[in-house]
């Protein structure tokens, strides 16, 4: 991961660009540079993936524009010979550095043709103005607010923005911004027709498209690790890594000293795609002295956001302070697409595409904002393979009836596209679902709400979440965790919308904890 920052005010400080950058310089770690451009100051700590030499370094400049990313390319070297046969130039390796001889030719209609995670801030020198852009999904992190004199400002962490801007906001995913207007070039949860392709067919394209993109994921200059959860998602994206690798992978799991579920399973796939396997234990003070770090580190009070932020935080704690890796691929995506445990209760198809479309419009402020914080934190960078644009385009167009679970198993359209390749035992590749908190283990979410009793009476979490008028508390544990919020964040809940929750709108999914464990098809997910 890599932070960029976009003062739009000329007489903006250089150093008060580095004090915001410093505060979020786990981001990229290796060098930090701003530049001062004629209208304000473009900022840029470095994580290097790509082109790893110096000359790599942001901003790039080119004919007085000048442009900060943190974002990976996807097949950016035919567009680089592209540009090279039109005359282009170039001093790195780095596939950022092509974005300013795109947008010198094509301008912001180059947005919608990147194959890309990113999130960027470009001036434009002969129009003397800011450009801002973010991926489709959203992918990478991307904030904006207005300062006291109205200037806005970009940044790639909330917390640089804290003390700057009275509100803080997440830029949208899928748009860019130019001259005051924010545009949107792509809605990757619009779907207005759905594919013909029959199941077959329609499986075949999952497999395809899924595995182009994990091939894309796996260039990196530096090296690259997996997080294997034992979970469907996690275990096929590692199934496939290895299938493409001439080496063992090296894979991380995480569990609780006492009921870690998910071990067994992780460990099996690891012996069957004969990784390099390694196994993080964790206890109950583990868990309680992360919370205010990992909740100042995401920016959120979301339950079950932070619940499963804890096990990669410290996953990924332990692979920044024992390994040389830079890159970490994830199973993030795979069921707002495919669906949960309580999509199991959509009434229909209409409702379950209505549900997917809600969850993938929103899933920056959820699962993806969890994996880029709890990663990045630890000077690592993400990359998530079930949120390849490509993929998520073709899943988001197939018929949603055919996506419903009316094949006795979740996710079943995924599990029949990878039978026949035995990438990963059939037994990980039926297996039911378990929430990733719950499958670190149960303990972990009873061990918070046993503590949030310790700190609240009774008496004072009525008193106390009263205070908070916008996603009001309803448990110790939500309470806890708005709290510790506010302390980092003091006025800025509505940098998430809501709590992430089954929809209580449908028969059977009317709980009071966003959990699968509470609801009544969990079955044997948890085991």
């Known amino acids: 991961m890599c932070t960029v920052l976009g003062y739009c005010r000329s007489d903006i400080s250089e150093e008060t660009c580095l004090s915001m950058l410093e505060t979020a310089a786990s981001r990229g770690p290796d060098m930090t540079r ?83 995670e990113f999130a960027l801030v470009l001036y434009d020198a002969s129009a003397r103005s800011f450009i801002a852009a973010r991926d489709p999904v959203g992918i990478r992190p991307l904030y904006y607010g207005y300062d006291e004199s109205g200037a806005i400002v970009f940044a790639s962490e909330p917390k640089m923005l804290v003390g700057t801007c009275s509100r803080i906001r997440p830029f949208p995913p899928g748009h860019y911004y130019k001259d005051g207007e924010f545009i949107c070039y792509r809605d990757p949860s619009r779907a207005d027709s759905y594919s013909d392709d029959d199941l077959e067919e329609t499986c075949r394209q999952i497999h395809d498209r899924l595995m182009r993109g994990i091939t894309k994921r796996l260039d990196a200059d530096a090296p690259v690790g997996f997080l294997l959860s034992g979970g469907l998602d996690s275990s096929l994206v590692c199934g496939a890594a290895a299938k493409m690798s001439d080496k063992p992978l090296e894979t991380f799991a995480i569990g609780m000293d006492t009921d870690a579920i998910d071990l067994k399973y992780a460990r099996e796939v690891a012996d069957y795609i004969h990784s390099n396997h390694h196994e993080v234990i964790i206890t109950r003070d583990d868990v309680i002295e992360s919370l205010d770090p990992v909740i100042h580190a995401l920016g959120t009070y979301d339950i079950t956001t932070i619940r499963a ?159 908070y008028k916008h996603a009001q508390p309803f448990t110790k544990e939500s309470l806890l965790y708005r709290d510790i919020f506010e302390k980092h964040y003091p006025g800025q809940s509505e940098l998430i919308v809501d709590f992430w929750m089954p929809n209580k709108k449908w028969d059977g999914c009317d709980v009071n904890d966003p959990s699968a464990r509470v609801l009544s098809n969990y079955g044997q997910s948890g085991s």
């Open 309 to 467: 932020s804890i096990g990669m935080y410290l996953v990924c704690k332990w692979i920044h302070e024992n390994t040389d890796l830079r890159v970490i691929l994830t199973g993030e995506i795979s069921d707002e697409l495919f669906g949960y445990k309580y999509t199991d209760f959509a009434p229909s198809p209409e409702e379950f595409q209505k549900e997917a479309q809600k969850r993938i419009h929103e899933i920056h402020m959820y699962d993806v904002l969890r994996a880029d914080r709890s990663i990045s934190v630890h000077s690592l960078e993400a990359r998530v393979p079930f949120g390849d644009l490509d993929f998520v385009d073709y899943v988001m167009h197939i018929d949603p009836a055919k996506k419903m679970n009316t094949y006795g198993i979740g996710k079943y359209l995924l599990r029949h596209a990878f039978e026949k390749d035995e990438l990963i035992p059939r037994s990980i590749l039926m297996r039911e679902k378990a929430a990733f908190s719950d499958a670190v283990g149960h303990s972990l979410r009873d061990d918070i709400q046993e503590y949030a009793e310790e700190v609240y009476s009774d008496a004072e979490f009525e008193e106390r979440r009263r205070l």
């Open 34 to 116: 701003t530049l001062r451009v004629e209208d304000g100051v473009l900022g840029f700590d470095r994580l290097s993936i790509m082109g790893l030499t110096e000359a790599g370094m942001q901003p790039f400049t080119r004919s007085g524009n000048a442009c900060v990313c943190n974002g990976e390319l996807y097949g950016f070297r035919p567009l680089k010979d592209y540009l090279v046969s039109l005359g282009y130039s170039f001093e790195s390796d780095s596939d950022c550095e092509i974005l300013l001889p795109l947008y010198e030719r094509l301008g912001c209609s180059m947005f919608a043709l990147l194959d890309a």
